[in-house]
């Protein structure tokens, strides 16, 4: 009898030990995890301008404990000038509704090595990041309001 029980057991222990792909992802951080833009607008001067979506393309921003990073590209494979992709990463701190960036890579050099400050919420599976990007070397000041929902 104790031998038939055995292989019920094991398997009884082994599917207990399994995890779920929700249990393993590290909810120490809210923001942790993989974000997909999917509202994005620019506010400069007095003028708004909707910078996402855009037909075809997809952008996403990644966290890990302290280092975020982000790439946009086409969803279409395309070629030569109407090809896209853009990509920047670097550091970043989350101080309750402060967040800030340090961003260190970035496709659009002038933008590289620059810090920047915003203010992020997190309401169950959306993030939404607002603040002020001023570079003047660049002659950027301007304001974003992105919204995110989390990659599932």
């Not at 393993?24 to 979506?53: C, H, N, Y």
Request: with cysteine; proline share 2%.
């Amino acid at each position: 009898m104790r031998i038939k029980l055995f292989p019920v057991m094991l398997i009884i222990a082994l599917i207990s030990c399994k995890q779920s792909d929700n249990s393993q992802r590290d909810t120490s951080s809210p923001i942790l995890g993989t974000w997909k833009l999917i509202s994005s607008k620019i506010i400069a001067d007095e003028d708004t301008t909707v910078t996402f979506p855009i037909k075809n393309q997809e952008m996403i921003k990644i966290f890990n404990k302290d280092t975020f990073a982000f790439f946009k590209q086409d969803t279409n494979a395309s070629k030569g000038d109407s090809a896209v992709f853009d990509a920047g990463a670097g550091t970043y701190k989350l101080n309750g509704e402060d967040y800030s960036e340090h961003l260190e890579y970035c496709n659009y050099r002038g933008w590289e090595n620059k810090d920047f400050n915003f203010k992020l919420r997190i309401a169950n599976d959306t993030l939404v990041q607002t603040g002020i990007e001023k570079i003047d070397s660049l002659n950027v000041n301007q304001e974003i309001i992105e919204i995110y929902v989390r990659r599932k």
